[in-house]
């Protein structure tokens, strides 16, 4: 019911932003949680941001804290992870899911085939 994409990855240096865009067709999506995670190659997949369907709610990985924002405008049923202060470890496919705004996976019932973003040294 709820198809997600996924935009915005790209290869950066370290100390530089990106922005991630998860982008939803269907309305439902605006009354929904919605969280990022990431999974870097040879890695289990990892929580980073969550925001739940008003915006008000929002949690984050410790690991990346006082670096990256979730936020979400649900005129445009989208939901973007701001990303600053990029770090060699931030490199993975990011992924967006939405059903929750948990820690966990398997709490998020829509999941974006993810776009990759790679941050060098």
């Known amino acids: 019911q709820v198809q997600l994409v996924e935009s915005g990855g790209g290869l950066v240096q370290a100390g530089d932003s990106l922005r991630l865009s998860c982008a939803a067709s269907?309305?439902?999506?605006?009354?929904?949680?919605v969280g990022w995670f990431r999974q870097a190659p040879g890695k289990e997949r990892l929580f980073v941001a969550s925001?739940?369907?008003?915006?008000?709610?929002?949690s984050y990985a410790d690991s990346v804290k006082g670096r990256f924002t979730i936020s979400r405008d649900n005129a445009k049923n989208t939901v973007s992870l701001q990303m600053n202060s990029l770090k060699p470890e931030d490199t993975a496919v990011y992924y967006c899911?939405?059903?929750?705004?948990?820690?966990?996976?398997?709490?998020?019932?829509?999941w974006g085939q993810g776009t990759q973003v790679t941050v060098s040294s």
């Open positions: 899911a939405a059903g929750s705004w948990a820690a966990s996976m398997n709490d998020y019932s829509y």
């Open positions: 925001i739940n369907w008003s915006g008000s709610g929002r």
């Open positions: 269907e309305r439902s999506f605006r009354s929904i949680g």
